[in-house]
């Protein structure tokens, strides 16, 4: 729908392969352009899930740190969007390895909110409640929402959450 995603690959690609300057700027300024439209789920989802995949490379050619932040401005712009839930999905994994934990903490809730057979929101909202560290973690609040992860896993209602077993033992 949008040509936003196509454009941050392209760019992404333009300094993979090394291509020159005036060419990575001229893909960087469509993309540019291309942020400033209307927020879509489909769109921020897309790019989040590009950018996320070579930040968890950490290769060469990893996106530049202001690409993220270009993409952090335009998650934070999506306030009013009718979420899908793998396109919330892909929002929330980008904004855990950007690092991004108050954004995050609006889209977990969001999530809870629209999606509340989903494992994956319950036990992101327990792990973000641990990292706040020993002193001002509510322990409870954790326990029930990493308990609650484990129970939709456990009944089987979201085959897709079967990789959170694991991560949610305690």
């Known amino acids: 729908e949008e040509p936003a995603p196509l454009w941050l690959l392209v760019m992404i690609e333009a300094a993979r392969m090394e291509l ?3 060419e990575r700027l001229l893909y960087e300024n469509r993309w540019n352009e291309a942020l400033r439209c209307r927020c879509r789920g489909t769109t921020a989802a897309q790019m989040c899930a590009l950018i996320n995949a070579h930040l968890q490379t950490r290769g060469r ?3 530049q740190p202001d690409h993220v932040k270009q993409l952090v401005v335009y998650v934070r ?3 009013r969007v009718k979420w899908a839930e793998h396109e919330l999905r892909d929002v929330c994994a980008f ?3 950007a690092d991004e ?3 995050l903490h609006k889209y977990v809730r969001t999530g809870l909110a629209k999606f509340r057979n989903v494992a ?3 036990a992101l909202e327990g792990e973000l ?8 973690c509510n322990q409870q609040k954790a326990k029930k929402s990493l308990q609650t992860a484990l129970d939709l896993v456990s009944d089987g209602v979201r085959p897709e ?3 959170l077993r694991e991560r949610v033992k305690f």
Do not use: A, M, V
């Open 20 to 22: 020159p300057q005036e």
């Open 61 to 63: 050619h990893c996106p």
């Open 77 to 79: 712009r999506c306030t």
């Open 95 to 97: 904004l855990l390895e």
């Open 101 to 103: 934990i108050d954004l």
């Open 120 to 122: 994956y929101f319950h």
């Open 129 to 136: 409640e641990i990292r706040r560290g020993p002193y001002r």
């Open 161 to 163: 959450d079967e990789s």
